[in-house]
């Protein structure tokens, strides 16, 4: 394969310029005026609510703590923490597939109803053992993990494609700013109703039985994932840019549209920036929960009330968020809220277990990524190539989920050397432990995120 010389390259992004305007103007011509917004907006919401309440039913806390029942090995249940991320990678193929399908619609439908299939395996791993007292292998439920999700990647990243073809640019703002607060709707009021009724019920049920609970909720989750789907049956499947190619054209065009992501430059820029933040993040996830639970001592009480806080704040930014991005202002609205959002490791650095409270700062504060979450993949998806975006969208999203992942396990093995070390620093007078060693450092990462968007140029 030659390399690409500076020539190519510029002919390259000239040809990515030349081909949006041409597709925009097909597609917006294939589409009735009629559905680019309010009827588009209105199934994408009804639809995420659906979504978002098997989905909070079936994944995090639930899906952790009915696995913790097994009793898996730590290098087991750390595997279970990160598969999700690791797994949904695979939307890098959603391009090669949905063109093998000729359709994103259905490609984004039958990967989605698939894997919940393969999700409704887990629950089910509980049978034997309330039956019988007989346990399936652990490793079966991080097959069935697994599948669920790779098969989930490539449907996310079809159905975000899919979306940006029904709307026009214009209006990706409001779509995906309600969007988002449907699912925020969601997250604050579902995990800690169906967690209270599961209690009580789990309550009244005998040891071996109460993993009957937890079959019930990934039931339900799952049965109103796979109705979510009804909502946006009746919206048109945009056909873009897919074609019947033949199978060598198809790998080289999946490869050539890697170089092209690449070769542009802001879209390389922005890409950076959003791996660069997910590694950030992912740095702390272990330290955050074992300082909030082991040092700082808050229990899952406070621990809800203060995600609520949170995500409650995120409500009303979410909707202006939208709001700026449909004006443009997604590049100065993303550098100022990344920015200010890493002030919240702050308050996790003198949080103390007489001063606990401090931590309330950082969820406040976090509330800003109500800006962060909707500018950031606004601005990805305007310097992507209009509707032959899944590509992009799964390097933005998914690939970065998989930094967030590795991050995590190097974060969590860094915690346990500098704990086993009792490692300390001074600075200013200050003495930092291991956890705040590894807080200050996700600070200055997540600080200088937003210098990756500077170079980005958002007039084409």
Partial sequence: MSRLNSQSVIGIVGNIKLRRGKILAQHLKSIDASMRLPVVTRAVVISQLLFSTGNVLTTGGFLYYYANAFSPTALQFSLLLILPELAETSGLFARPVAMWVRSRKRTWLTCLLMGRLFALGVPLMAVPVIIAGREWPFELIIIGVSVWYVLQGISYACFISWL????????????????????????????VVAGQLRSQWANAL???????????????????????????????????????????????????????????????????????????????????????????????????????LMLLIQMPLTMLAGSLSDRGMDKPTLFWSVTAVSGAMLFWLVATPETWWLLSGAYVVWGLFGFVNICGRNLLLKLSPLSDNTTQVALFRQVGGMFAAVAGLLGGWWLDSLTEANTSLIIAGLVLGPFQIIFLTSFLARLTAGLWVLPIRTQK
Avoid: C
């Avoid at 033949?246 to 490869?255: G, H, P």
């Fill in 164 to 191: 940006t073809d029904l709307a026009p640019a214009t209006d990706w703002g409001k779509l995906f700013a309600r969007r988002k607060l449907a699912m925020l709707t969601i997250m604050i009021v579902v995990p």
């Fill in 206 to 308: 005998p040891e071996q039985q109460k993993l009957i609970t937890y079959v019930s909720i990934f039931v339900i989750g799952n049965a109103l994932v796979m109705l979510s789907v009804l909502p946006l049956l009746k919206l048109p499947d945009v056909a873009g840019w897919l074609r019947p190619p033949a199978e060598s054209d198809q790998q080289k065009s999946t490869i050539r549209t890697l170089i092209e992501s690449f070769a542009d430059r802001s879209l390389r820029w922005m890409l950076l920036h959003g791996w660069w933040l997910s590694f950030a993040q992912g740095l702390t996830q272990s330290a955050f929960f074992r300082y909030q639970v082991n040092v700082l001592h808050i229990p899952v009480e406070t621990y809800y009330v203060l995600n609520g």
